[in-house]
């Protein structure tokens, strides 16, 4: 008997037909003598709709209601499929977060899961229930409910899935594995049967949607054999694992893009130590994630630039900050720029290989595309360019570094 973790997205379950069509998956996946728990995410569109709700009350809405805002759409799919499940002869049980001890920290919209204590989902399996776990959620210490940022059930699932030690984790979803690029922007784009951690990692914190980066972060630590594929159709999807030769051989892997870019520049920063440490404190203070960060030589005059991204989300805050920041330290100004997107490439191959950082320029430049910043690691090099730029940025590189169907 398997231990199966499953994890359904939002298009998944996104009406009432949906939640039908994957109840019954469920069931004759438990009737096969498998143990299953669901992971659920909101209904498709419900976030959002209740991110809009907040917006329209306030611009700067408490983090604290917005995390117990955000939860409630979880907990609606979850009481739904539990009833689905009921509905077709099989004992099932709907969990919050907080009903299953997920215990994070207390950054509200962000926050990380530091513990399960799941003995309410083994006496579920005992009693031969399928429980059905509201994703995206948890508790901090002050029973506070938190979330886990957007995408975060993938998190959810994974996290159960390592304090279980489940035999696998599925993750359900509207296409049917991981490809070369967004499937809906690079219509050539491969599906890939097998992908390493390290890279789904990268491609995860650069912008493939996909997966949720914690869930491929937690899958890695605790070994979890995670599998993505698609809730509407059998085919098999695409495992996340080890890395092997095979994926060594291959230079480049994926291509993504991240719109959800701002960036700021400070102008003419007096040249000194301690500035940068300054600058970036505050920043961090705000729990704001600094992404890329590039100063310039200083001129003459003893001064420089420093430019740097965070999310579109946080902008405004980070532009805030800076500017009582860079008021006391007597610059030339401040400067945000929010048309900015993030192109990457992503393998585990460029290690070992030359010269793909400077076909990737040149690719860019032939098309005509400005880059603004660029920032490499041993398995990616990412560029920011102008977002309407993305698309085809996205395009030529996926053509350039031959990762199209044959
Ligand atoms: P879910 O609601 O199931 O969690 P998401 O919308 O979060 O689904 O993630 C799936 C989406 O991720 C796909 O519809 C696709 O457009 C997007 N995506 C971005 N990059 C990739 C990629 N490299 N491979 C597959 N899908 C990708
Ligand atoms: N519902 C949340 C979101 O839209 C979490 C998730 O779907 O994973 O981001
Ligand atoms: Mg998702």
Redesign the pocket.
Known sequence: MALIVQK?????VANTERIRAVAERVVSIAKEGNQVIVVV?AM?GETDKFVGFANEITDSPDEREMDLLLSSGERVTSALMAMAIQKRGQKSMSFTGRQVGIMTDSSHTKAMIEEIEASRLRTALDEGKVPVVAGFQGINEFQDVTTLGR?G??TTAVAIAAALKADACE?????E????????IVPD?RKMDRISYDEMLE?ASL?????HGRAVEFAKKYDVPLV?RSSFNQAPGTLVTKEDGVMEKIVVT?V?HDKNQARITIMGVPDRPGIAAAIFNAISEANINVDMIVQNISNVDHATDISFTVSRADGNRAYDIIQKVSNQMGTKGVDMNTNVAKVSIVGVGMQSHFGVAAEMFEVLAKNEINIMMISTSEIKISCVVDDHETEKAVKVLHDTFALAKQ
Do not use: E, F, N
């Not at 594995?177 to 809906?184: E, L, M, S």
């Not at 912008?207 to 997966?211: M, P, T």
């Open positions: 359904y997205g939002g298009t998944s995410s498709a995408g059930s993938d993750i359900y979803t509207d296409v594995g991981v490809y070369t690029a967004d499937p809906r784009a491609m912008g493939a949607k996909v997966l993505v994926g993504t």
